[in-house]
């Protein structure tokens, strides 16, 4: 198959990670695959294998940027010879423009692969696109299956499909520190709920000072501040360590006892994949959306009801009081997010791109 890939730009994040994976994916399975950025004024922070092509579409016609993006990718597929077998557009906006240049040309049948839940963003992405013009795409992919009965409601072909774990299974819990790790942009602490998870465990931390609360991701002054100075009115100061944005994810999971995921809202976290695929016990939010397709709870980490705070207290201190349970959920871990795996999920997006080809 001949297949794009459509993003705004390859920026860091979850569904840039993701469309880099399936991109190297699908090429090593002899697809031909381009990546096409509309947005070039971020450096790419994804390297894709050799066999995949990138082209960068930013040519400045159009004084407004989204028209211009859209213009442009228009005005490339309008040469026939740059048309695929299938297009694949990722994120809401991008899937816009991407469905007004595809289906002026009437020629190329377009998938748009969604990475928030439905009720996430603003009204025009909510009501305009998820609901009307995802009408005319061939196919949505979206993360859960909360998502797709919300979507098909609204008359829309939908399919369930899993972000992809990369990380190595991990089967060593042996060597780890006391550590409550979290891992997300803490530029977005609130949507994060970075500042509920240093409330709800400062408590058990104050009466375990062997433990803390270790937190990666992109940070800026201003974000740091609010979570230290959170940190001190809690009296946890000395047990709460930011490290900022760290290519060594995987390194930092394997070395932590436990990974909390306190987010208010998410897609499907590719980081709590890839905390169970390095054997860190997990506890998480059962917040929209995701974290109920991943944890099941009692068998491969603790569930918590949506941002019951209560509940999130007693989950941290159980596991950081029950060595015995803590032990169990590492062990099992690694094997219970089979689904997940990268072989699993190409397969699925080759199952689907076939049937929006042959449709």
């Not at 979850?14 to 994976?21: D, I, K, M, T, W």
């Not at 009296?235 to 987010?263: C, D, H, N, P, T």
């Not at 709870?297 to 007693?314: R, S, T």
């Amino acid at each position: 198959m001949k297949i794009d890939f459509i993003i705004n730009s390859l920026d860091a994040g979850g569904a840039e990670r993701v469309l880099s994976l399936v991109a190297d994916e699908l090429a090593n399975r002899e697809h031909q695959i381009r990546v096409i950025t509309l947005n070039n004024e971020l450096a790419d922070a994804y390297v894709f294998d050799n066999n995949v092509e990138r082209i960068r579409l930013q040519i400045n016609r159009v004084r407004n940027h989204s028209l211009n993006n859209g213009y442009n990718l228009y005005r490339f597929y309008k040469e026939r010879s740059n048309r695929p077998d299938v297009a694949v557009a990722f994120i809401s906006e991008t899937a816009f423009l991407a469905t007004i240049a595809v289906k002026l040309l009437r020629s190329i049948p377009l998938v748009v692969s969604e990475h928030t839940n439905f009720g996430n963003g603003s009204w025009f992405r909510k009501n305009i696109i998820r609901k009307r013009i995802y009408k005319w795409v061939d196919r949505v992919l979206v993360l859960t299956h909360f998502d797709k009965n919300l979507y098909q409601k609204n008359n829309i072909a939908t399919e369930v499909m899993y972000n992809p774990c990369s990380f190595a299974k991990n089967q060593n819990t042996t060597t780890r520190e006391k550590v409550l790790l979290g891992v997300g942009n803490l530029n977005k602490y609130h949507i994060k709920g970075y500042d509920n998870l240093i409330r709800t465990a400062a408590p058990v931390l104050r009466n375990h000072q062997d433990w803390k609360i270790r937190l990666i991701g992109k940070k800026d002054a201003a974000s740091q501040e609010v979570l230290v100075d959170l940190a001190k009115k809690m009296s946890i100061e000395k047990q709460i360590e930011l490290y900022g944005f760290s290519s060594e994810v995987a390194k930092l999971m394997r070395e932590a006892e436990v990974f909390v995921l306190s987010s208010r809202t998410e897609g499907l976290p590719m980081v709590l994949l890839e905390a169970l695929s390095q054997g860190t016990a997990c506890i998480a939010f059962d917040c929209r959306t995701g974290p109920s397709e991943i944890i099941e709870n009692g068998k491969n980490g603790i569930l918590v009801p949506d941002q019951d705070m209560d509940a999130m207290q007693n989950a941290i201190e159980r596991m950081i009081t029950d060595d015995d349970l803590r032990h169990k959920y590492q062990v099992l871990a690694p094997n219970s997010i089979a689904k997940f795996e990268l072989e699993k999920v190409t397969d699925h997006w080759e199952r689907v791109l076939n049937q929006v080809i042959e449709k």
